[in-house]
């Protein structure tokens, strides 16, 4: 049980680390932004043609008498409205990675650097375009992992006592490890630790991934709440990576903006950023 705690303190710490990080905070907010203004854009138009899209799509109830088929038709448009809502929280924190994927991946590294002993972080080496490709195939399996445990707790959830009280709680410890899994991606990616290896090293510390990713999924049922948390998530789960992967972390504040610039400066010009993710527990050559 003290996993739970620990997870929850690096949850916290992440939000901490880019409070006193306003540039990254402010550069982390773009991606999620972004997202939020497709995603609304997408549910306007949902709402607006979805009525006409519902019409379209049964036209043998064309001949029923009223009320049958307002009320028919009313339905559909609010389960596809519904429907949609559902998707769009479902997917919401795989784009915005994905649409975020070059800031969250500077994002993690300054944390990286911030609290590595010798102030140097791992690198993949890999093209922007190969890492925007692992992280969409990673997301789609990951999502497709979760849609099953979503089939499976809908069906639960018609048990009587158990649907109406132990399944929710369960709904949200299938969230918050799914959620961690996305986001602790930017870091162990950078790690060259692979999807089945990042699963198996969160099974084995089940109750850390649960005190991180579950108060994160209850706040994130907040509206827009998801937006402003991100970045800070991100941060979390780059702490939580190096815990799974036994690396040390230093508790310091860390240096603001300008002094971490002004070191990142002279790690380029003396080539102390190099990689060292080779070795590391669970790394797989991809």
């Given at each position: 049980?003290?996993?739970?705690?620990?997870?929850?303190?690096?949850?916290?710490?992440?939000?901490?680390?880019?409070?006193?990080?306003?540039?990254?905070?402010?550069?982390?907010?773009?991606?999620?932004?972004?997202?939020?203004?497709?995603?609304?854009?997408?549910?306007?138009?949902?709402?607006?043609?979805?009525?006409?899209?519902?019409?379209?799509?049964?036209?043998?109830?064309?001949?029923?008498?009223?009320?049958?088929?307002?009320?028919?038709?009313?339905?559909?448009?609010?389960?596809?409205?519904?429907?949609?809502?559902?998707?769009?929280?479902?997917?919401?924190?795989?784009?915005?990675?994905?649409?975020?994927?070059?800031?969250?991946?500077?994002?993690?590294?300054?944390?990286?650097?911030?609290?590595?002993?010798?102030?140097?972080?791992?690198?993949?080496?890999?093209?922007?375009?190969?890492?925007?490709?692992?992280?969409?195939?990673?997301?789609?399996?990951?999502?497709?992992?979760?849609?099953?445990?979503?089939?499976?707790?809908?069906?639960?959830?018609?048990?009587?006592?158990?649907?109406?009280?132990?399944?929710?709680?369960?709904?949200?410890?299938?969230?918050?490890?799914?959620?961690?899994?996305?986001?602790?991606?930017?870091?162990?990616?950078?790690?060259?630790?692979?999807?089945?290896?990042?699963?198996a090293l969160f099974r084995s510390r089940k109750t850390l991934i649960w005190g991180f990713g579950t108060p994160l999924g209850l706040a994130f049922l907040v509206p827009f709440v998801a937006v402003f948390l991100m970045p800070g998530a991100v941060a979390g789960a780059t702490l939580l990576a190096r815990e799974l992967l036994g690396e040390e972390i230093s508790e310091g504040d860390g240096p603001d903006d300008a002094d971490t610039d002004a070191a990142h400066a002279r790690d380029d010009g003396d080539g102390a950023g190099a990689s060292?993710?080779?070795?590391?527990?669970?790394?797989?050559?991809?």
């Amino acid at each position: 049980m003290r996993d739970l705690g620990v997870g929850f303190r690096y949850l916290l710490k992440g939000q901490r680390w880019v409070a006193r990080h306003g540039r990254q905070y402010g550069f982390g907010l773009v991606p999620g932004l972004i997202t939020l203004v497709l995603y609304l854009a997408a549910l306007v138009a949902l709402a607006v043609w979805g009525e006409g899209f519902v019409g379209w799509a049964t036209p043998f109830a064309d001949d029923w008498s009223s009320p049958w088929i307002g009320l028919f038709r009313g339905f559909l448009t609010a389960v596809l409205f519904a429907l949609g809502l559902l998707l769009a929280v479902l997917t919401f924190t795989a784009v915005t990675l994905l649409i975020g994927q070059p800031f969250y991946e500077s994002l993690s590294e300054r944390v990286d650097r911030d609290v590595s002993p010798d102030g140097t972080a791992p690198e993949s080496g890999l093209p922007l375009w190969r890492e925007l490709w692992i992280s969409a195939r990673d997301s789609l399996r990951v999502l497709a992992r979760a849609l099953m445990w979503a089939v499976l707790l809908f069906a639960l959830g018609f048990v009587p006592v158990v649907g109406q009280t132990v399944v929710p709680v369960l709904g949200f410890f299938v969230t918050g490890f799914f959620l961690t899994e996305e986001l602790a991606a930017v870091a162990l990616q950078r790690r060259d630790v692979d999807l089945r290896a990042r699963l198996a090293l969160f099974r084995s510390r089940k109750t850390l991934i649960w005190g991180f990713g579950t108060p994160l999924g209850l706040a994130f049922l907040v509206p827009f709440v998801a937006v402003f948390l991100m970045p800070g998530a991100v941060a979390g789960a780059t702490l939580l990576a190096r815990e799974l992967l036994g690396e040390e972390i230093s508790e310091g504040d860390g240096p603001d903006d300008a002094d971490t610039d002004a070191a990142h400066a002279r790690d380029d010009g003396d080539g102390a950023g190099a990689s060292h993710a080779a070795g590391r527990p669970g790394a797989t050559n991809r």
